[in-house]
């Protein structure tokens, strides 16, 4: 809805892709910060949430920095659909490997284990 406003010349459906694209981004966010903390030990919590933030921070404010020169070389309706394609082409990317090897419900040998909280033993 965001992005297909500036072609429609619609100020409600950027209000409404707006607070949509909002509500699904502060429901991903909350449970990140929820799920991160977790299976770090306590002494390495705090920079987990650091790196966390400054990752957000990065991966929000770099395509909105791009996106504001491409409109300014190229104007907004050619920003607004290379941004899109993009977008579209970096989500196909990340589901192509997920639709090729369905879920076993084993874990993957290639990603570490890292024991629970529950299962450490503290000093």
């Known amino acids: 809805m965001t992005l297909s406003a500036p072609h429609l010349h619609s100020l409600p459906a950027l209000f409404a892709g707006t607070a949509l694209a909002g509500t699904g981004f502060g429901a991903?966010?909350?449970?990140?910060?929820?799920?991160?903390?977790?299976?770090?030990?306590?002494d390495e919590r705090a920079g987990t949430l650091a790196?966390?933030?400054?990752l957000s921070y990065l991966a929000m404010s770099i395509p909105t920095v791009l996106a504001g020169l491409l409109t300014n070389l190229y104007g907004?309706?050619?920003?607004?659909?290379?941004?899109?394609?993009?977008?579209i082409l970096l989500t196909l990317t990340g589901l192509v490997p997920s639709v090729r090897q369905p879920?076993?419900?084993?874990?993957?040998p290639a990603v570490p284990h890292r024991t629970a909280p529950s299962e450490r033993?503290?000093?």
């Open 103 to 108: 879920a076993t419900g084993r874990p993957d």
């Open 121 to 123: 033993t503290h000093r």
């Open 76 to 87: 907004l309706q050619t920003a607004v659909f290379l941004y899109a394609a993009t977008v």
């Open 28 to 42: 991903v966010a909350q449970g990140a910060l929820r799920l991160l903390p977790a299976p770090a030990a306590p």
């Open 51 to 54: 790196a966390h933030y400054v």
